[in-house]
């Protein structure tokens, strides 16, 4: 079964500041990925995903991710914290078919 | 429109009890799963269902039963409650086609168990 691996459970940014989470995956087959947000008490979002093409995805709220074959990597970046992107952020695998396995979340403080 | 909603949004029981957790999503998605939300350890799902009648197992399925009796409902039942079922339970769906993987979530269900 595939599984992620989220390095760093709790990332610490200031303002303006690069964001870098990071997602590395395991599948036996050519996966999709996803980054999930959460807010505090509330359901995951979807940020972003890939599936198949161009190995470098754009989301909401000018976050991006590149796929990485050769390193089975798909990490989560954004050149300036906002305040508002202090929030839990989960990667997540599927095979394409039913099952979909997340990481255990990094959690992102953006500080003034 | 509602998407993907939980029912209770809360609740506390006592060792021993049992409760449903009612998902019912509104977007005719065929695919529905139960996850469970542990500080430290992400979602891990419980059961899915791949359509009406159909329900299977995922990685932590001890301890609950489910049932897709309706295509839009998908109960997640605990008959004897554990402390050990104290967790934030999400509800998420998804279609079949085009698959593009993505799951829609409601917004949690968290549960006390004494």
């Known amino acids: 079964a595939q599984s992620v691996t989220q390095l760093g459970s709790h990332v610490s940014v200031s303002e303006g500041a690069l964001v870098l989470l ?3 995956y395991s599948s036996s087959v050519p996966p999709y990925l996803f980054w999930y947000v959460q ?9 972003l995903k890939y599936t198949t093409g161009a190995t470098l995805v754009k989301g909401i709220n000018g976050f991006e991710a590149e796929f990485k074959k ?13 305040m508002s992107d202090a929030a839990e952020y989960f990667c997540a695998v599927s ?7 997340f990481g255990a979340g990094t959690r992102l403080t953006v500080k003034p | 429109n509602a998407g993907v909603t939980q029912t209770p949004k809360f ?23 139960w996850y469970r939300q542990d500080p430290g350890m992400g979602l891990r799902l ?14 932590v399925p001890d301890g609950y039963n489910v049932s897709r ?6 109960l997640l039942g605990l008959e004897s409650a554990a402390p050990s079922q104290t967790s934030v ?9 085009p698959n593009t993987g993505e799951l829609f979530f409601g917004e949690g269900s968290r549960l006390t168990v004494l």
């Open chain 2, 46 to 59: 419980i059961h899915y269902s791949v359509g009406e009648g159909t329900t299977a197992k995922g990685e």
């Open chain 2, 69 to 74: 009796l309706k295509k839009q409902n998908f």
């Open chain 2, 11 to 33: 609740r506390v029981l006592k060792t021993g009890q049992s409760m449903t957790l009612l998902c019912a999503q509104d977007m005719n998605h065929e695919y529905m799963y």
């Open chain 1, 22 to 24: 990071r997602c590395n």
């Open chain 1, 95 to 101: 095979d394409r078919n039913n099952d979909m396995r």
């Open chain 1, 39 to 47: 807010y505090p008490n509330q359901g995951l979002q979807l940020l």
């Open chain 2, 89 to 97: 339970y999400f509800c998420a769906s998804r279609r079949v086609a």
């Open chain 1, 70 to 82: 050769s390193e089975t990597s798909f990490h989560l970046t954004k050149p300036s914290a906002h």
